[in-house]
């Protein structure tokens, strides 16, 4: 057995007994989020994806996508409690997080402040249209997604495991809005554009939906079963010329390094930083397990590359007026960057 070899294998037998299992829960996950979701295939297994590497992810899409109902029959799916944040100017950071009341102690008749949790408590959060409440709010949420905590009243609260936030926004009324700065963009494992359906699915969403309602989502895995998919994620291996080729593709998205090709010096204001790089191989390795592999291969990379890099290059006025967007640069630089396998 070569040292690449030692390298590429999952670590006990019942890793590779894990991974197995895994492959049916993943086909009756989506068989009972296909009975309600019409298409979407894609988004279902990005979704899957992020929330087995332990990110977070931003949906795109314009309204009557059925954004909110994938994200609540994904958490019913999962027997994982659902939170939803409808976001607006007016909205305040304890409107997420929670608040303390003052009320009586039945006891002693004292007056004593309690904590009243926040829809944040909940183990899948939607924050729908998340682009339209002021930063202050914005980056209530934002601390709650990168400590998995609350502090409130000068006592820290921990979330409960896992803790999966899907914010959305709307991409075609941007007015009055308050678009997520770059730094807060880079928080989220994947951007996901949710396009329109074809006519062919468009036909039986209009036929579903407009019959009787349909029965309940029926329960496939556990909180505890993903956060144990979870670790699992982080103890597959992954190869050096593996991390080298992730990292080679992030450091491609910088206008000012030396990997950078031309078209991305004229084109990119700013590119992806290191987190790009982590994500990347942390969302192949739960692309890996997903599909019954007990190893990352550069087509795990490649899949993911998309939706982990979009939201992290800021194109110029130039690449706007030649119609080149952020996605136009990805699919190039995986066209251009061959891995060293």
């Not at 670590?11 to 492959?23: C, I, Q």
């Not at 075609?172 to 949710?194: C, H, N």
């Not at 592999?293 to 990379?301: E, L």
Request: with cysteine.
């Amino acid at each position: 057995m070569t040292q690449t070899d030692k390298d590429t294998k999952v670590d006990t037998r019942a890793d590779v007994e894990s991974v197995a299992e895994l492959g049916d829960l993943r086909d009756r996950i989506y068989a009972e989020i296909g009975r309600a979701i019409i298409g979407q295939r894609e988004v279902v297994e990005q979704l899957f994806i992020g929330l087995l590497a332990g990110g977070h992810c931003l949906l795109v899409g314009v309204p009557g996508l059925a954004k909110t109902l994938l994200i609540r029959t994904l958490a019913q799916s999962m027997d994982l409690s659902f939170g939803r944040i409808q976001f607006t100017p007016d909205l305040m950071p304890s409107d997420i997080t929670g608040t303390e009341i003052l009320e009586e102690d039945q006891e002693s008749g004292r007056k004593v402040f309690r904590f009243l949790k926040g829809p944040i408590f909940a183990n899948v959060i939607l924050a729908d249209e998340i682009n339209r409440t002021p930063p202050k709010t914005q980056a209530a949420l934002l601390e709650a997604m990168q400590e998995h905590a609350v502090t409130a009243g000068g006592n820290t609260m921990l979330l409960g495991e896992p803790f999966f936030v899907l914010a959305t926004q709307n991409p075609i009324e941007q007015e009055g809005t308050y678009p997520l700065p770059e730094a807060q963009l880079d928080r989220f494992i994947f951007s996901l554009w949710i396009d329109y359906p074809t006519s062919q699915e468009e036909e039986e969403i209009v036929r579903t939906t407009t019959a009787d309602a349909s029965s309940p989502t029926s329960t496939i895995v556990t909180g505890e079963q993903i956060v144990a998919l979870q670790k699992l994620v982080r103890r597959v291996p992954i190869a050096d010329h593996l991390i080298q080729y992730a990292v080679r593709l992030v450091r491609s998205t910088r206008p000012t390094d030396a990997l950078a090709p031309d078209y991305v010096k004229e084109l990119v204001n700013w590119g992806a930083g290191p987190r790009a790089s982590q994500y990347l191989a942390l969302a192949g390795k739960a692309r890996a397990i997903l599909h019954g592999r007990h190893a990352v291969s550069a087509q795990d990379i490649r899949a993911v590359a998309l939706p982990v890099l979009r939201h992290r290059i800021v194109v110029n006025f130039q690449a706007e007026a030649e119609s080149a967007s952020s996605v136009t640069i990805v699919n190039r630089l995986l066209e251009s960057i061959a891995d060293a396998s």
